[in-house]
């Protein structure tokens, strides 16, 4: 079956989600040593929605309004709290190549929950994809070898998390625009994590602001297009896509860190790769079922 333009759009905006996490990895990497994880998440959070409330006006032509479903952002935001938490910890230990490459488990978990829980159908190409991208995860990660890192399941868990987040996207209201759906993400954050962030302090330095400012308008844009990509086509459709993130993390790693992944998240990232490639490929065969 070929794509519908809405289905195209939705893919594009996936894409850029990915992206847009991966920037956010990429600054928050360079946080991590000089702060404490609750300081971070509160700190990014803050700054987000002054950010983003100009931006709506200035860029989007438009305004953040107030939602309905507000106590969904609220479940949501926590959610995705938790999720933030369990990531920068892991992310302390791997690289932000190693890190996306196993949160990739969250497409499998995804099309799993849209057949199990939506009742989509999702045809043996889906299948194939996600679980092949699956098998490319469990490479990377090589569980019960000696080089396994514990850390890697603290990225498992978040990938959990963030499927769920992603599946809510389905109940929200359709014309919650991106920029409220970024900034009540960025709210409801900041309002959970500010009792332990200013019981750590908030000694923050002057130069580390655009860092936080930066990580603040990713974060908050990832999440964004990737709540409008999932309420607007099948979960099952968009779950390969997710793995665009493997092109912007294995680059990013190289040109900031100067550092190639090592050879089994490489290869890992291939398997990924070629799991998305036969989706995008198998879609665009006419008559054939998704």
């Known amino acids: 079956m070929i794509a519908t333009p809405g289905t195209v759009r939705a893919i594009a905006m996936m894409c850029l989600g990915s992206l847009c996490f991966t920037l956010n990895d990429t ?8 702060y404490d994880v609750p300081v971070i998440i509160f700190v990014r959070s803050l700054l987000a929605m002054p950010l983003l409330a ?12 107030w939602s309905a479903h507000a106590p969904l952002y609220a479940l949501r935001g926590a959610i995705n709290l938790l999720a ?7 992310l302390k230990h791997l690289s932000v190549a190693e890190a996306t490459v196993i949160l990739f488990a969250s497409p499998f978990i995804i099309t799993v929950a849209s057949a199990t829980l939506f009742k989509e159908t999702v045809g043996w190409q889906k299948w194939v994809a996600v679980l092949v991208g699956f098998c490319g ?8 070898s000696a080089a396994f890192q514990p850390a890697s399941l603290l990225i498992l868990a ?5 499927a769920s987040i992603s599946l809510s996207a389905r109940w929200l209201k359709q014309d919650d625009n991106l920029w409220t759906v970024s900034f009540f993400g960025a709210a409801f954050s900041a309002v959970f994590i ?7 302090g908030l000694a923050i330095r002057i130069d580390d602001l655009a860092l936080f400012a930066g990580a603040a308008l990713s974060s908050s844009f990832g999440i964004g297009f990737a709540t409008l990509a999932y309420r607007s ?43 998305s490639l036969f989706h995008l490929l198998a879609r665009s065969r006419p008559g054939r079922p998704g």
Not at 27 to 34: G, V
Not at 54 to 65: H, L, Q
Not at 84 to 90: R, T
Not at 137 to 144: E, F, L, Q, T, Y
């Open 158 to 162: 978040c990938a959990f998390l963030y």
């Open 233 to 275: 086509a099948q979960a099952s459709d968009l779950a390969p896509f997710a793995y665009s993130g493997l092109i912007w993390s294995t680059g990013i790693t190289w040109i900031v860190w100067g550092a190639m992944p090592g050879l089994w998240t490489l290869v890992g990232a291939g398997v990924v790769a070629s799991s």
């Open 54 to 65: 100009g931006m709506a006006v200035v860029i989007g032509r438009d305004r953040i309004r």
């Open 137 to 144: 995860v469990m490479i990377a990660m090589r569980p019960g």
């Open 194 to 200: 500010a009792p332990l962030a200013i019981g750590d």
């Open 27 to 34: 600054m928050t990497k360079f946080l991590i040593d000089r």
């Open 84 to 90: 933030a938490y369990l990531y920068i910890h892991g």
